[in-house]
């Protein structure tokens, strides 16, 4: 029999030589650390068990052990700090938000070992149709991690919740198992320690201390794009985690496929098990945080406000929140809370109006350095089908979003015809239709369009 | 078990011990304390099996054993006795206490339920303090514990010996206190552990005002502080164990500012009374404004309350900086300005959203205090 039961075993039988309370009290949290050579070692919560035990119980409890398994021939107990986790009552809450305006400690609130932040849970993270699935996802993680969820790869643009979910996730997993090793981490963490541990050759150390975890979550994978040796030591710890069945979760911007400059091995194993995406709000939704968010700042504001917010910022759950700040600050300035139309000239700034979206060339620009291509490349005259399928995406943004007629945009590159224009916008257009991944694309590209 | 003790001696080892005595009827083994006599000593403990406190005092022993004895009617028994020697025998009825005037029988538990207090592991670290110095230092933050269950690693004071001196810490992640307290000598540096908080004020009560100094022996699993009397009538020694508060304490280093847009200089009586007076009425989040303008040279206090009405004073003092106004809890101000001892504390604002830092001006005190503002 193994360890867990083995211990079943003897405490079913010791309940009987003890009082209730004695039994409650001294074989709580106990359990069989090694069974190794004849020695038996018992984890034991504290110094006093361990004290009681040894001196008390042990004769019971060795007479008990010996009958059911006669290799052993003597038990040491030993105080295990982590046993001690489980002790610590209830599980750890996110720190509930301070009482009404009281700040605390930034700092103070990120575990140091863990890297997660209290203040993502999943009771603060809104659901709505846009990221259902990854929640989903997310949520199925918690109640079986390393099952069949194992890798959960969630994509999306800027500012969407992405690592809300994987905090959320990780805190979550921490308080239904406590005692259980969960880290957060970036990748550019990840990449520069590959390269300090190669540097200062403790490339072993640096595997151990990632492979002794149960759940490893990464943040904007896309980052390791093109950087080989990360990315092998990356496929080696995964594999590692994945066979022990321990979970990894990953973030990225887009869907693995994607990813240029990806080891084939890496994507193929990021595929291989739960990908969804994240994308961007709907208007319920977006009214739904705002109003949650007021919430739990304890503030009040006219719905025709809320309206117009949620109506103008579209892309970004971060900019909601940035646009509500302004106005909360503002009101905290004049003394009340701003009417519609001072809402609209404090969001002026943020709210980006048709001027600052976008020109011609930001477009052709911003889409070359998606593709990895020169702008000359894209308006020049070739063929080649790399730069064709981008240059038809381009021009097809530029009708989308500029609204430019068709001899307009061909003149944009390079002289074209404007039938080249109408082909072009129209084969996107279809490829939409079929193409999840490229509705991906573009969006993220219009992100950064309108971000930059 | 026959012995004789000092009455004197018996009452403070049960004043102390009892400290540790746990009122969980789960057990109730662990609301007695146990007296267990040895050639020429007998010695007292009690535990609630987190802490364990062991006293031992001088004993005529006329024979060894000892008793499990239910230590609330125990104290109040030794308490209430006058003459100078007290007589203990145990039999199979329970523990007779007797004086040259009183006959006490006692019913008594059996001594072999009651827990062992751990003793030392063998992994220990070995390190020395003063003993008023750290009671003194404890006393002064131990309040300031964390309650919540949600962050347990900041329910206790965290302890860091470096080598020429102790750091004491505690924060509830609102407000923080660190308390530096200088080492008879240059010892082992880097240990450090967390203990929780019922430890440290028991061990204050009881070794306030000790003078000698206290062993510390710091395992991975527990702590133990041991203490010897120089005043055998009191007692012979006294021995804390403690388990300690798992996983990291927080880099809380990082959390005391350093740069400072507006610096202010208070005289400390006039700081506190005034804070007192506003509090009467403060509103429900017991917040206090606090406006400081580098012109006035003072710093302005109100506080409003739309049921009692509101409050305003000045204070002057020396004002540097940029005009601020920002908002406290009160009462995180008053535990913090209370505690020191100059006569005139200075702080430091970094900002309306940013903590602020007090400490003594003039004289350091190895005393600071750190405390979150309330949103404006």
């Known amino acids: ?452 | 078990m026959e012995i004789t003790v000092l009455r004197d001696a018996l009452k403070s080892g049960l004043s102390f011990t009892e400290r540790a005595c746990s009122k969980s009827t789960t057990l109730p083994i662990l609301q007695c304390v146990s007296l267990v006599a040895e050639k020429n000593k007998a010695t007292l403990s009690a535990t609630d099996l987190e802490m364990g406190i062991r006293y031992v005092i001088l004993s005529k022993t006329e024979s060894e054993g000892g008793v499990a004895v239910p230590s609330r009617f125990f104290s109040q028994l030794a308490g209430f006795l006058q003459e100078s020697q007290i007589s203990l025998s145990s039999s199979s009825a329970g523990v007779r206490i007797a004086s040259k005037t009183h006959d006490t029988l006692l019913k008594t538990m059996p001594l072999e339920d009651f827990p062992i207090i751990p003793s030392l592991q063998g992994d220990e670290r070995a390190l020395e303090i003063d003993a008023r110095a750290l009671c003194a230092g404890l006393a002064q933050i131990v309040s300031l514990t964390g309650q919540t269950q949600g962050r347990p690693e900041i329910s206790g004071v965290f302890f860091a010996f470096q080598g020429d001196a102790l750091r004491l810490a505690a924060t509830d992640s609102f407000r923080l206190g660190e308390k530096t307290i200088p080492l008879p000598k240059n010892q082992e540096a880097g240990v450090s552990f967390i203990l929780p908080q019922k430890t440290a004020r028991e061990l204050c009560a009881i070794l306030q005002d000790q003078t000698g100094r206290i062993k510390i022996y710091a395992a991975s699993s527990q702590v133990l502080f041991d203490y010897a009397f120089s005043d055998p009538a009191k007692g012979v020694s006294a021995q804390v164990v403690s388990r300690l508060v798992e996983g990291e304490y927080p880099k809380y280093q990082d959390v005391i500012p350093g740069n400072f847009k507006t610096k202010i200089v208070l005289e400390r009586n006039a700081l506190i009374s005034h804070l007192r007076t506003a509090s009467v009425f403060s509103g429900k989040l017991n917040d206090v404004l606090v406006s400081i303008d580098p012109k006035e040279q003072g710093v302005k206090i109100v506080t409003k309350n739309s049921e009692a009405g509101e409050h305003s004073s000045f204070i002057s003092g020396d004002v540097t900086g940029e005009p601020l106004d920002i908002s406290f809890n009160w009462k995180f101000f008053l535990d913090g300005a209370s505690q020191f001892k100059a006569k005139d504390i200075e702080i430091g604002f970094a900002g309306e959203e940013a903590p602020a830092l007090l400490k003594s001006a003039g004289t350091p005190e190895a005393y600071l205090y750190v405390m979150m503002p309330l949103r404006s």
């Open chain 1, 1 to 452: 029999m193994n360890k867990e039961e083995l211990w079943q075993a003897t405490l079913a039988q010791l309940q009987f030589k003890t009082s209730p309370a004695n039994f409650a009290t001294w074989l709580k949290n106990t359990y069989i650390l090694d069974n190794k050579d004849g020695l038996l070692t018992v984890s034991v919560p504290n110094n006093f068990s361990k004290e009681w035990l040894e001196n008390k119980y042990n004769k019971t409890i060795f007479h008990i052990i010996k009958e059911l398994n006669d290799e052993v021939k003597e038990i040491k107990y030993m105080v295990e700090k982590t046993a001690g986790k489980a002790k610590e009552a209830a599980p750890r809450h996110a720190q509930p938000s301070p009482p009404e305006r009281q700040l605390g400690f930034p700092e103070l609130d990120a575990d140091q070992t863990t890297n997660l932040n209290q203040k993502y849970t999943f009771e603060n993270f809104i659901v709505g149709p846009f990221n259902e699935l990854a929640h989903a996802a997310a949520l199925a993680t918690v109640k079986n991690p390393g099952g069949p969820g194992n890798p959960l790869f969630v994509y999306g643009g800027v500012g969407l919740g992405k690592t809300h979910l994987l905090q959320a996730t990780g805190n979550q997993i921490i308080q239904n198992t406590p005692g259980k090793k969960v880290k957060y981490i970036t990748s550019e963490y990840f990449t520069s320690s590959v390269v300090s541990a190669i540097r200062n050759r403790t490339v072993e150390t640096l595997r151990e201390k990632f492979r002794e975890l149960d759940a490893l979550i990464i943040d904007d994978i896309q980052f390791l794009a093109g950087k080989e040796k990360t990315q092998e030591e990356l496929f080696h710890t995964f594999n590692t985690l994945y066979q022990a069945g321990k979970q990894v979760i990953f973030s990225s911007d887009r869907h693995p496929k994607a990813i240029p400059a990806l080891e084939e091995r890496l994507r193929s194993r990021f595929e291989g098990g739960m990908v969804a995406d994240v994308s961007m709000p709907d208007y319920e939704t977006r009214l739904a945080i705002l109003r949650t968010k007021l919430q739990e700042k304890g503030v009040f504001m006219e719905n025709d406000v809320l309206d117009y917010i949620a109506s103008h910022i579209q892309r970004n759950i971060r900019e909601l929140e940035g646009a509500l700040n302004r106005l909360i600050t503002s009101s905290q300035v004049v003394g009340k809370m701003p009417a519609l139309q001072e809402a609209k000239t404090l969001l002026r700034s943020i709210i980006s109006n048709p001027n600052k979206a976008a020109n011609p060339r930001k477009i052709i620009q911003v889409v070359a350095e998606f593709y990895d291509l020169k702008e000359k490349e894209i308006i020049a005259d070739s063929r080649k089908k790399e730069v064709v399928r981008p240059r038809q995406i381009a021009m097809y943004l530029l009708r989308e979003e500029l609204k430019g007629s068709y001899p307009f945009i061909g003149k944009k590159f390079g002289g074209k015809d404007h039938t080249t224009a109408i082909y072009a916008c129209e084969k996107i257009h279809k490829e939409l239709q079929e193409s999840e991944m490229l509705v991906d694309e573009i969006s993220l590209i219009k992100q950064r369009i309108y971000s930059g």
